[in-house]
């Protein structure tokens, strides 16, 4: 029978409470969040109490030191995932780590040698690859139906919806709409084309909106308030090259004069899809075009993903969000900045 596991979550903000920790009391019967931390005791101590957490600490150090946990799960602010990461991988300890995996790529690369250095299991909680119709969309990959697929269009843009505190600091976030969201749309767009080697990036990214007063409109509002800076991009235009000819556009935005979107769209060879809902435009038995809505699971991807990594924990296996595929996923977001201060395309 699988063990039961003990997980000690770092980081008592926004997403930890609204999401992990609300995820985690749907699977008391795999998992037990036995320690939570953060460097304001305070916001470890309220999540302790409200989600019955029998611990809580000021540091990972701490935590560490004083608890007895099978893995860590990483909910700071983006800036803060690497040193937690390597403190928990020296620790020997298991790591499931928010997305984006790091603020510089440079801070991704030590990650990825911490991990590989202890041989400990790690997971980007990238947790679009983990909802019903991404699942669904992979096993139909799997089964042939989508042939090869070479080229993939995906938008995430919100007309305001800039994030509030630390996600506008450049040294706390790494950058701005591209790592925040841009990571959901272009990680799962590339997972779904089964991740073609990326050649270059060419792209641009706009700061002309900046910090808007614009009224009437909801905001995330991470707990960690930052220091006070915005300097990040409002949106970014992108075209990815991968080995085989095979393409991605994408676009992102956190703040824009124009609709808000979020779609994804995969073209193969032998059929293409769109999401929300899935569905699949090829051709039938007969030889006519056909298009078609399958039959789709729906889920909660936080529950999925958090059950997913216990699973892979228990038996040994490498998630389907492995360390490697952060590492990727990390350069590609890299190459976008660069390009975008080149003003040309650049390799990755
Ligand atoms: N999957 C998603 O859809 C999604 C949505 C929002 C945020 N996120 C990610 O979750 C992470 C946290 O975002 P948030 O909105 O919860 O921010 P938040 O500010 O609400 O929470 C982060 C917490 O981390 C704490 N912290 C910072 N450094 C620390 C350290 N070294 N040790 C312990 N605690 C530390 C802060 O004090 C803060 O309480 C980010 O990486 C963000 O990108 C993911």
């Known amino acids: ?5 003990r997980a000690g979550i770092i980081g008592a903000g926004n997403i930890a409470t609204s999401a992990h920790l609300p995820a985690y009391q749907k699977l008391t ?24 957490i029998p ?53 991704g690369l030590a990650m990825e040698k911490a991990v590989k250095d202890a041989g400990v299991n790690f997971m980007l909680a990238v947790v679009t690859r983990y909802g019903g119709e991404q699942i669904k969309c992979r096993e139909l990959y799997e089964n042939g139906v989508f042939g090869e697929i070479y080229a993939a269009k995906t938008q995430y843009v919100r007309r305001r919806g800039t994030p509030g505190g630390w996600f506008t600091d450049k040294e706390l976030a790494g950058g701005g709409p591209v790592l925040d969201i841009g990571v959901h749309a272009i990680d ?32 995330w509002m991470p707990f960690g308030k930052g220091n006070g800076v915005f300097d990040t991009e409002d949106s970014a235009t992108v075209f990815f090259r ?30 293409g899809c769109t999401f929300e809902p899935l569905t699949i435009y090829g051709e039938n038995e007969e030889g006519y075009l056909d298009t078609y809505k399958p039959e789709v699971t729906p889920n909660n991807y936080f529950e999925e993903e958090i059950r997913h990594f216990v699973e892979c924990v228990n038996e040994g296996k490498t998630p389907i969000s492995p360390i490697e595929d952060a590492v990727t996923v990390q350069r590609m977001l890299d190459g976008i900045y660069r390009s975008a201060e080149a003003h040309k395309e650049v390799t990755i």
């Open 188 to 219: 799962r767009t590339w997972y779904l084309m089964d991740r073609p080697k990326p050649v270059s990036v060419s792209a641009e990214v706009s700061y002309r909106i900046g910090d808007f007063k614009t009224k009437g409109i909801t905001r």
């Open 1 to 5: 029978m699988a063990k039961k596991l």
């Open 29 to 52: 019967d795999i998992v037990e969040v036995v320690a939570i931390a953060d460097i304001v005791p305070e916001r470890a101590k309220a999540a302790a109490e409200k989600y019955n």
């Open 55 to 107: 611990n809580y600490y000021s540091s990972v150090e701490e935590l560490l030191e004083n608890c007895e946990v099978d893995y860590i799960d990483i909910c700071t602010w983006t800036a803060a995932h690497a040193p937690v990461c390597i403190a928990a991988a020296k620790a020997g300890k298991d790591i499931l780590c928010e997305k984006p995996l790091a603020a510089t790529l440079e801070q």
């Open 242 to 271: 991968f080995e085989g000819g095979k393409t991605m556009m994408a676009e992102i935005a956190w703040a824009i004069n124009g609709p808000e979107r979020a779609t994804t769209q995969l073209f193969g060879s032998k059929a």
